[in-house]
């Protein structure tokens, strides 16, 4: 069993922008999805956003809700899975985490981002959009 690892969070004015960092340990995750999600204190966690693996590169898939604010990308020679986020609101404030899909289909993000669709769950990076 794996876990991936989130990092980078940590105080921002509104406005402001971070980068998070997400880290896998095997070598074969680089064919895998991977998904971004956050959960807020009291609520559910939620869908941000899903990159997935195709014959052409790479998709993404983002969130209505950061969609134009936020970037995910990926850098397989370092195993690593980025979320750029810029446009920073209040209503950002979450833990952040990573993920992979749990189906057959690893390289695909799974219709609506679900996060019971994933396995992997490790460690979040806590991110405070406050003045």
């Known amino acids: 069993q794996f876990q991936l690892v989130a990092s980078g969070g940590g105080l921002v004015r509104p406005g402001g922008s971070l980068r998070l960092s997400c880290s896998y340990p095997?070598?074969?995750?680089?064919?895998?999805?991977v998904g971004w999600f956050r959960q807020a204190p009291g609520k559910e966690r939620e869908g941000v956003s899903c990159i997935s693996i195709t014959t052409s590169g790479t998709t993404p898939v983002y969130s209505d809700s950061v969609k134009d604010r936020f970037t995910v990308s990926r850098d397989n020679a370092k195993h690593m899975v980025y979320l750029h986020m810029n446009g920073l609101k209040p209503e950002d404030t979450a833990t952040y985490s990573c993920?992979?899909?749990?189906?057959?289909?690893?390289?695909?993000?799974?219709?609506?981002?679900?996060?019971?669709?994933?396995?992997?769950w490790g460690e979040g990076t806590l991110v405070t959009v406050s003045s």
């Open positions: 993920a992979v899909p749990k189906g057959n289909s690893f390289w695909e993000c799974p219709l609506g981002n679900s996060a019971s669709d994933f396995r992997g």
């Open positions: 095997a070598s074969n995750l680089e064919y895998y999805a």
